[in-house]
């Protein structure tokens, strides 16, 4: 069934540059699987297109049961020279849980 | 063992928290982190005023008080405080703090030497984009390489009570304590990823210990008096996060876990000056209330380059803003934006870019914001960025008209409505090979 990813993940994000991170990790360990099927870098690229230029990377620690993903061009600019109010994606994190995903019954 | 804790995050973190841990429980080594990719740009602007700043002026203020407390219990203090000036620092923590014995480590600043570097071919791409560095070459105002933990090390092995660094690996802070408590040498990879690990979790101050966390965070306790956190470090790497007793907050390995994927990269590869740790073979632990037992720490090696962080003019920007309320809050907003936007064009404004955003509805939601017919009020927030002032400083006129002559509804021009006119400095990171840098120490006696 479709549900937001904040059902089974929470999320830490911030900046490096013009490039944000956001790390997501399943609150159960029997998780991991779906977050691995469901929680794509081409999913994350899409939910994020209107803001980002990408592209968005993803790398996996399975021993934390978590994801981490970079998304590169996504702060216009970053640091001092990002004119938004989130220059150094802050929020990124929490606007993913909204994702919706396919969790397993 | 050791106990090395961190009291800020970066420079503007609570005043308060350094003074709880060397009060409210045993640590041996208090470590401060200041220093953010902006915080160098902060920096620069206000060594550029005056040549004496440049560093983390609420530091000295911090050893005055600290000063008796740190004596008696026979605590010492690693930070990068030091910032663009670390000379300058230690000399006003000396004048406040007379009775504490400081050091510096120097060489990480290399502005003079970016001709050099290019000479010998090191090119210096933009470490993101590969960008040259041509397109920035003309309008660096400083450079710094990310020192590693070896030479803060040396300067407790020479007794300092304070240890003043420039620009070092966040992570360094507390290695270096280990690297000087244990004698951990300086190719034992899997000590080292140990220390570095520590650090990076605790760099970000209470960040670890329930702050800025979505595990259950309504039920995480006196946030108002968070303890920041504690690193117990053995000989053998072996540690665990805690906080002090009494305090608030909370230590969980969920929470952890969070802070371990904080601004990182490759979980395989967490690239330092001194060690590229695995966090792959991370086994975190709940051990007890408010402390995480992590084992596995793995170390391979050490990366060739240093990473270089440059500050460069960028030209100016400014932002203003506007509030609208229903009904239509958003149509509104977006009908200012477009208004603004015209009288930039008719007046021959030329700008980078300009952006907008709808504070309350959009702005960090995206197109995953619920539908803008919903919103009771937005903030619309125009920024603009551009190689002349005059250019910028023109368009902080354009926003508070609109109170009278645009849509209906508009307020919150009082004060922040005239926006600010600001220098925007540029963070270009690139890398050079280590062998180019040579930290130095120095020792006030």
């Known amino acids: ?105 | 063992m050791i106990r090395v804790a961190n009291g800020q995050g970066f420079w503007g973190d609570w005043l308060e928290a350094p003074a709880r841990l060397v009060e409210q429980g045993p640590i041996d080594y208090l470590t401060l982190d200041y220093l953010a990719e902006v915080t160098m740009a902060v920096l620069e602007k206000q060594r550029q005023r005056n040549p004496e700043l440049g560093y983390a002026a609420d530091f000295p203020p911090l050893m005055e008080r600290l000063s008796p407390a740190l004596k008696q219990k026979r605590i010492r203090v690693v930070t990068n405080a030091g910032g663009l000036n670390p000379g300058a620092c230690a000399r006003e923590v000396r004048r406040r703090a007379p009775g504490l014995k400081v050091a510096i480590v120097e060489g990480d600043a290399v502005t003079a030497r970016i001709g050099e570097f290019l000479a010998k071919g090191h090119r210096l791409n933009n470490i993101d984009t590969g960008e040259p560095i041509d397109a920035i070459r003309d309008r660096i105002l400083s450079a710094n390489a990310y020192l590693g933990a070896f030479p803060l090390a040396q300067a407790l092995m020479a007794g300092a009570d304070v240890v003043i660094a420039g620009r070092c690996a966040d992570s360094a802070l507390v290695l270096a304590p280990c690297v000087h408590a244990f004698g951990w040498a300086a190719d034992s990879w899997d000590l080292l990823a140990a220390g570095a690990t520590a650090g990076h979790i605790v760099e970000c101050g209470a960040q670890t210990t329930g702050g800025n966390s979505q595990v259950d965070w309504r039920e995480i306790p006196d946030l108002d008096e968070i303890g920041y956190p504690i690193a117990e470090i053995d000989a053998g790497g072996r540690f665990a996060i805690t906080k002090h007793a009494g305090t608030g907050g909370r230590v969980t390995a969920d929470i952890v876990k969070e802070q371990l994927l904080y601004e990182i990269g490759d979980p395989r590869s967490y690239l330092t000056p001194d060690v590229i740790a695995d966090f792959t073979g991370l086994h975190l632990a709940d051990e007890g209330p408010d402390r995480v037992r992590i084992t596995g720490a793995r170390g391979r090696g050490r990366p060739p380059c240093l990473k270089l962080s440059i500050n460069y003019l960028a030209g100016w920007k400014a932002t203003g803003t506007l509030v609208y309320t229903a009904p239509d809050a958003v149509a509104k907003a977006q009908a200012a934006d477009r208004i603004v936007r015209r009288r930039i064009e008719k007046l021959g404004l030329r700008f980078d870019e300009i952006y907008t955003e709808y504070l309350g509805w959009n702005a960090c939601h995206g197109d995953a914001a619920p539908a803008a017919s919903a919103v009771p009020e937005v903030q619309l927030r125009i920024g603009v960025r551009g190689q002349l002032r005059s250019a910028v400083d023109r368009f902080t006129r354009e926003m508070a008209p609109l109170v009278l002559s645009g849509p209906p509804g508009a307020t919150g021009y009082g004060g922040e409505g005239r926006a600010q006119v600001r220098e925007v400095i540029g963070n270009w990171g690139a890398l050079l090979p280590r062998d180019e840098i040579r930290p130095s120490v120095e020792v006030f006696e």
């Open chain 1, 1 to 105: 069934m479709k549900a937001p990813l904040s059902r089974i993940a929470h999320t830490r994000s911030g900046d490096k540059g013009d490039v944000v991170n956001i790390g997501v990790i399943a609150w159960r360990a029997e998780d991991y699987p779906v977050l691995m099927r469901e929680v794509t870098a081409a999913r994350v690229f899409e939910f994020f297109e209107d803001r980002i230029a990408g592209p968005v990377e993803r790398f996996e620690a399975p021993n934390l049961g978590a994801l981490n993903f970079l998304l590169h061009g996504a702060l216009g600019g970053g640091g001092t020279v990002s004119l938004r109010i989130d220059s150094q994606g802050k929020t990124f994190g929490a606007a993913l849980l909204r994702m919706e995903i396919e969790i397993d019954e």
